[in-house]
């Protein structure tokens, strides 16, 4: 897995951001995007981000 893979364009935010923003105790969707911003703006990347932190938390 590519942590620089870009996941949120609009807010610019990558695999890497997603992945620490989980380690740090954001274990849910809705603190994933408090966190790091990932799908508050246009929402179509709502569904890889949710994939991401599941996975992120095992």
Request: hydrophobic share 40%.
């Amino acid at each position: 897995m590519d942590l620089n893979e870009t996941v949120c364009f609009c807010g610019d935010v990558t695999v890497g951001d997603i992945k620490a923003a989980v380690e740090a105790g954001h274990t849910t969707l809705e603190a994933v995007q408090e966190a790091t911003g990932a799908s508050t703006h246009c929402g179509g990347c709502m569904d890889k981000v949710a994939e991401l932190v599941k996975q992120f938390q095992k």
